[in-house]
T-cell receptor, first 112, second 114 residues
Framework: DQQVKQNSPSLSVQEGRISILNCDYT??????FLWYKKYPAEGPTFLIS?????DKNEDGRFTVFLNKSAKHLSLHIVPSQPGDSAVYFC???????????FGQGTELSVKP | DGGITQSPKYLFRKEGQNVTLSCEQN?????MYWYRQDPGQGLRLIYY???????QKGDIAEGYSVSREKKESFPLTVTSAQKNPTAFYLC?????????????FGNGTRLTVT
């Protein structure tokens, strides 16, 4: 049972435009959400996070939005750059379970 | 430089053999984790450890074993009981087991069993 879902396996965006990556979750007990970025043959690196008490968190070109009623979060990258091309994983933390659950990942390709 | 070292990068084994993947960290982190990545399935948690001499099963622990005898080291053994061992294995650590303690990942070991 996939508790964290990224339904788009891939996304292609033109350089300079906005990239929007989406993530849905099923467990209303999740209270913290994170985005990780992964280049081929490397481990994921932490990008940005948001607590369930907020609905938006911004860090430079990256903004994460959380809609708790819809159990949906999204990552916006503006403006997109070719170096942003990578696989992006969203992850949810269940405080009671004490572990991070990852989505399947979305491969972003930013074309010059 | 502080970080997580996984070795080797590529590993090949015959079916029926046990194999141990190495993970070492010099970040002084208490918590360590093993994830497995398969195409289209994201990262799935195999085992995790909050502290030395303690570890817990993750979502897909069957066919795997771990030990945490030292803070810096969290080796993963893939046993012959693991039905589909070919995968990309990622080790991670965090300051502690908590939501606001992001994971730091190694660069992974790709295991191929034939």
């Amino acid at each position: 049972d996939q508790q964290v879902k990224q339904n788009s396996p891939s996304l292609s965006v033109q350089e300079g435009r906005i990239s929007i990556l989406n993530c849905d979750y099923t467990n209303s007990m999740f209270d913290y959400f994170l985005w990780y970025k992964k280049y081929p043959a490397e481990g994921p690196t932490f990008l940005i996070s948001i607590s369930s008490i907020k609905d938006k968190n911004e860090d430079g070109r990256f903004t994460v939005f959380l809609n708790k009623s819809a159990k949906h979060l999204s990552l916006h990258i503006v403006p997109s750059q070719p170096g942003d091309s990578a696989v992006y994983f969203c992850a949810s933390f269940y405080n009671q379970g004490g572990k991070l659950i990852f989505g399947q990942g979305t491969e972003l390709s930013v074309k010059p | 430089d502080g970080g997580i070292t996984q070795s080797p990068k590529y590993l090949f084994r015959k079916e029926g053999q046990n194999v141990t993947l190495s993970c070492e960290q010099n970040l002084n982190h208490d918590a360590m984790y093993w994830y497995r990545q398969d195409p289209g399935q994201g990262l799935r948690l195999i085992y995790y450890s909050q502290i030395v001499n303690d570890f817990q099963k993750g979502d897909i622990a069957e066919g795997y074993s771990v030990s945490r005898e030292k803070k810096e080291s969290f080796p993963l053994t893939v046993t012959s009981a693991q039905k589909n061992p070919t995968a990309f294995y990622l080790c991670a650590s965090s300051i502690r087991l908590a939501h606001n303690s992001p994971l730091h990942f190694g660069n992974g070991t790709r295991l191929t069993v034939t």
